[in-house]
C-alpha cells in the first residue's frame, strides 16, 4: 500500500465487541465533559435542557410530543459538539485567518443557530396553544 498509514496499523481499532463499547462510551464522556469545561455556549444550551426537560415532562401532552421538546434540545447539543469539533480542527491547523477557516467556523455556527430555531419552533408550536387555552 501507497500510502503511509494503513487501518490495520492504528493501535486504537484493534478493539472489538463490548471492549470497543466501553472505550467508545469513556470517549464520549470524555468529550460531554471537556465540552462542559472549556465551551460556554454547551453550558448555556446543556443549561436549556435541564430547566426546560421537567416543563416538556410536565405538560399536559402527549409522549409524542414530550419526546419532540426534549429532543430538539438534545439536537442541539449535539450539533453544538460537532461545531465545536470542527473550530477545535481549524484552530490546530493554525490561528492564522483563513477564508476557508472562517467559512468552516462559520457553517459550523450557522448549523447550530439553525438546530436552535428548530427547538424554538418546536417549543413555539407545541406550547403556545396551551398558552392561549390557558
Known amino acids: 500500500m501507497n500510502t503511509p498509514y494503513h487501518i490495520d496499523q492504528n493501535p486504537h481499532k484493534g478493539n472489538r ?4 463499547a466501553w472505550y467508545a462510551a469513556k470517549n464520549s ?11 460556554s455556549a454547551f453550558r448555556q444550551e446543556l443549561t436549556l435542557l435541564i430547566l426546560l426537560t421537567p416543563i416538556a415532562l410536565f405538560l399536559p401532552i402527549s409522549p409524542l410530543k414530550k419526546c419532540a421538546l ?3 434540545l ?8 460537532l461545531n ?3 473550530e477545535a480542527a481549524i484552530d490546530r491547523i493554525s490561528f492564522d485567518h483563513h477564508d476557508l ?3 468552516a467556523k462559520d457553517f459550523g455556527s450557522a448549523a447550530v443557530m ?11 408550536t407545541i406550547c403556545l396553544p396551551l398558552v ?3
Open 114 to 124: 439553525l438546530a436552535l430555531l428548530i427547538a424554538a419552533l418546536l417549543w413555539i
Open 29 to 39: 464522556w470524555c468529550g460531554i465533559v471537556y465540552a462542559f469545561k472549556e465551551e
Open 101 to 103: 477557516s472562517k467559512r
Open 17 to 20: 465487541g463490548l471492549i470497543r
Open 84 to 86: 465545536s469539533s470542527v
Open 70 to 72: 426534549i429532543i430538539s
Open 74 to 81: 438534545i439536537l442541539v447539543l449535539v450539533v453544538e459538539l
Open 132 to 134: 392561549m387555552i390557558w
